[in-house]
């Protein structure tokens, strides 16, 4: 793993996070896992907001705020920044 | 970036690598609450786009872009195109996500950003009207309406259809120019139609951009062409066949 960052937001790869520490990450954002991807408390699918499309574990981007979940591509990554700032 | 852990990503400090366990997990959980820290897969997409934002053909071009607009985001993903274009499998899932998610018309904005003519545009749209709303007014016009505005000529094109296409489209859309595009054998192609285009009365004024094995022109109506006068003439030259 590494981790770095400007003063804003501290960005944190988590690519070679192990996968039951990616479950405990989403657990302890209040999120899980389903059949299709990333789910919420209450079992709906999470949706990458950008693009509509299921996140899935292994590809996922969380963002602080309201725990933005999306799909990690340059589509949806430089689709929140234009909405939030630049991270 | 790629994997290398200690490569300093987007324009932050390294911090190190840490050991992934349960504590380090909920003391991460902690902080990103505190909206300090963001999680992702790897660096790779957020440096593209960060690069793509610092540079400084997006910081030309989005001063006559509204900021959160779907156009923003396809002209950034057209210069993201641009810069992963060595990388063909990368290149062409974020085609494929860019139409899923635009459609046709927001590849198209995508497309001709990364071969430049997004760019080019912008050029004559800044010589042609002097004040920045009218600039910035016409260029989400053509954005717009790309689908008309702007041809992808193919080498199976037949030229006179396109000529045709061009002359009707030219006269009724109001911003009064529009864009060719072939590469390899349909530059001929597109040669061919600027020729039976030169040749037409109305005299329209027409500028090619040649660049390797891409061909490009931009065609505008002669009233058009008279408020950009400041350019060389002739503008157009047929090559020497």
Redesign the interface.
């Known amino acids: ?6 003063a804003k ?10 996968s039951d ?1 990616k479950l ?2 989403l657990k ?2 209040g999120l899980g896992v389903g059949e299709d991807g990333v789910i919420t408390k209450d079992g709906s699918q999470v949706l990458d907001k ?4 299921p996140v899935q574990i ?8 309201s725990t933005v979940v999306l799909d ?4 949806s ?3 929140y ?3 939030y700032g ?2 | 970036m790629g ?1 290398d ?2 490569k ?15 504590q380090k ?2 003391d ?2 902690k ?3 505190n ?9 790779d ?2 440096e ?3 690069e ?2 610092r540079s400084s053909e997006f910081s030309i071009l989005r001063q006559f872009i509204p ?2 607009t779907k156009y ?2 396809q002209i ?2 057209g210069l ?1 195109l641009r810069r992963i274009a060595n990388d063909q499998p990368r290149a062409m ?2 085609r494929n ?2 139409q ?2 635009f459609g046709d018309s927001g590849l198209h904005v995508a497309e001709i950003t990364q071969i430049g003519l997004t760019n080019q545009l912008l050029t004559r749209l800044v010589g042609l009207y002097p004040k920045p709303e009218e600039v910035t007014n016409k260029f989400l016009y053509f954005l717009d309406h790309i689908e008309d505005l702007a041809i992808f000529v193919r080498n199976d094109s037949v030229p006179s259809a396109i000529a045709s296409v061009i002359l009707t489209r030219i006269e009724s859309y109001t911003i009064h120019l529009m864009i060719l595009f072939g590469s390899g054998y349909a530059t001929n192609v597109v040669l061919d139609v600027l020729k039976q285009i030169e040749d037409h009365q109305r005299k329209y004024v027409i500028e090619i951009l040649r660049e390797g094995p891409q061909i490009a022109a931009f065609t505008f109506t002669p009233e058009l062409g008279a408020k950009i006068s400041h350019w060389s003439d002739p503008i157009y030259t047929r090559p020497e066949s």
């Open positions: 793993m590494a981790t770095s960052g400007d937001l501290q960005i944190v790869s988590i690519k070679d996070m192990p520490l405990l990450l302890e954002l950008y693009t509509d499309q292994e590809n996922m981007a969380i963002f602080p705020g990690d591509n340059p589509l990554i430089a689709s920044i234009e909405e630049e991270v | 994997d852990p200690l300093s990503v987007t324009q932050g400090v390294t911090l190190g690598a840490l050991e992934w366990t349960e997990i909920k991460l959980v902080q990103f609450q909206r300090q820290l963001a999680f992702i897969k790897s660096a997409n957020i593209l786009v960060k793509e934002l900021k959160k923003s985001i950034q993903m993201a899932e974020l996500r860019i899923r998610t």
